[in-house]
């Protein structure tokens, strides 16, 4: 028998730039990051060493694993570019970032965020409507953090006014263990 080969190679990781004050969301991100490592699968990210992204990023690299860091230079009020064995891609701006990010990856994990966070997730989202790309995304929940997303998303299709089908490319868990198996799943629903 074959060994099915995996699809999703590389992961476009968002999340914030601040810890937050729940510790469960340090512990997400650090599951993450290692659980990708740990599948031999790239972790791309925004190249910051600070918050959550950090976090992701140094629990990859403790692991082994490949981290991409894309940094839109002269952004933040102070650098806090990732100072750690990463590939880092120097970029111009903040939509810059999001396109080669989305340029780069097979797929797409967004854990609890601020405004950063929700612009990447809309835009792959409006990005994947438009068929300018079709990456599938993981919202990686904590606290039903990304439930009045979802109500929103299910408000603008009830009402009409966004098209059923942005469903089909995300789903919401709640474990990293199940990240890299829920993408595979969207990824060959997909083909």
Same mark, same amino acid.
């Given at each position: ?10 992961? #476009?990781? %968002? ?10 969301? *340090?512990?997400?991100?650090? +599951? ?8 031999? &699968? ?14 992701? #990023? $140094? #629990?990859?690299?403790? +692991? ?11 952004? %933040? ?29 097979? #797929? ?10 929700? $612009?990447? =997730? ?9 068929? &300018? ?7 990686? $929940? ?7 997303? =979802? $109500?929103?998303?299910?408000?603008? =299709? ?18 990293? *263990? ?14």
């Amino acid at each position: 028998m074959t060994a099915i080969r995996p699809t999703v190679k590389s992961v #476009a990781v %968002f999340c914030a730039s601040s810890i937050g004050n729940q510790p469960e969301l *340090a512990e997400l991100a650090r +599951r993450l990051g290692e659980q990708l490592a740990d599948q031999n &699968i790239t972790t791309i990210f925004g190249g910051s060493d600070s918050g959550l992204m950090g976090v992701v #990023a $140094d #629990a990859a690299l403790s +692991r082994g694993g490949r981290v991409i860091g894309v940094y839109p230079k002269n952004t %933040f009020s102070r650098d806090v570019r990732h100072q750690g064995p990463i590939e880092l891609q120097i970029v111009s701006s903040m939509h810059e970032r999001k396109s080669v990010m989305f340029e780069l990856a097979d #797929a797409a994990v967004a854990l609890p965020g601020g405004l950063g966070t929700l $612009d990447e =997730v809309v835009e792959l989202l409006l990005w994947t409507q438009l068929g &300018i790309h079709q990456l599938p995304l993981v919202l990686l $929940d904590v606290n039903n953090f990304w439930n009045k997303f =979802v $109500d929103f998303l299910d408000e603008a =299709v009830s009402s009409e006014l966004l098209n059923g089908d942005c469903h089909k490319n995300f789903r919401r868990v709640t474990d990293p *263990a199940t990240v890299t198996e829920v993408l595979e799943q969207l990824v060959t629903s997909h083909q």
